[in-house]
């Protein structure tokens, strides 16, 4: 994710001269500081000084991360986390006494400036602080704004959900290679077929189940293929699948 979130500032028009980047392993940093002609520095010396401080670990990293920056961040710096589960208090416990926290939950989409992001304000986040990290996250996709006890929630939907949307159109590609289509053929078909039922809900401002409604004929093809789905259960396996995101979740927050 902290490749994909550097590969979009850059393309919003970023200078590679403003980022500096920072990796636990210093192989992967060199590579990357390469790839995107940007500085790279330990992370000590990335912190100091910087405007913004944006931690892209995994959540079982960050206690080691902030015990590594905590003497190296100024009174003025923001600090923006996109780790799963890592609440903006327990940043603010580990970090200089009224350190600006904002907590991101992108999602991977950022890759290509479609990415969904909620961000949620710490304590002694200010106004422009706020602004600082909308500005950043809006580089690359939407954003909201959110209280934080709606991360969680966040992380089920938007963080992890591409991942719901890839795992169905695996499945509606195979299904396409059971039908006899070649795998190309059914890959460009339940693509834009995707992207196209996503623009429509975007675009017409229509409630899905309307839409869904209008491509359901009585008798048709379509309440077939529904009926099936409903037997099988699928709306509450869904249902199901994100309630256990969303506690996995809140089980990476109760280490706070």
Do not use: W
């Amino acid at each position: 994710m902290g490749g994909a979130l550097l590969s979009a500032l850059l393309r919003s028009g970023h200078a590679p001269s403003d980022l500096v980047l920072s990796e636990r392993m210093a192989a992967t940093t060199r590579g990357l500081a390469q790839e995107y002609a940007v500085g790279s520095a330990p992370v000590e010396e990335a912190a100091r000084g910087a405007a913004i401080v944006v931690l892209a670990v995994k959540p079982q990293d960050m206690p080691a991360l902030l015990a590594q920056i905590h003497d190296c961040v100024a009174a003025d710096t923001l600090v923006i986390s996109i780790a799963a589960g890592i609440s903006t208090e327990y940043l603010e416990n580990r970090l200089p006494e009224g350190t600006g926290v904002v907590r991101v939950m992108p999602n991977t989409p950022a890759q290509v400036d479609q990415g969904m992001s909620i961000l949620s304000a710490g304590r002694h986040c200010t106004a422009e602080h706020l602004a600082q990290a909308e500005r950043l996250a809006g580089t690359f996709g939407r954003v909201l704004i959110l209280d934080e006890k709606h991360q969680n929630a966040a992380t089920a939907i938007s963080g992890s959900g591409p991942a719901y949307i890839f795992y169905v159109t695996e499945a509606m590609i195979e299904a396409g290679v059971l039908l006899g289509l070649p795998r190309s053929t059914a890959t460009e078909m339940v693509v834009q077929t995707l992207y196209g039922a996503a623009t429509m809900i975007r675009e017409t401002g229509e409630h899905p189940s309307i839409l869904r409604e209008q491509v359901s004929s009585p008798g048709g093809t379509s309440v077939a293929a529904l009926r099936e789905l409903e037997d099988h259960k699928v709306r509450a396996a869904f249902l199901t699948a994100i309630e256990a995101a969303a506690r996995r979740s809140r089980e990476l927050s109760a280490g706070d």
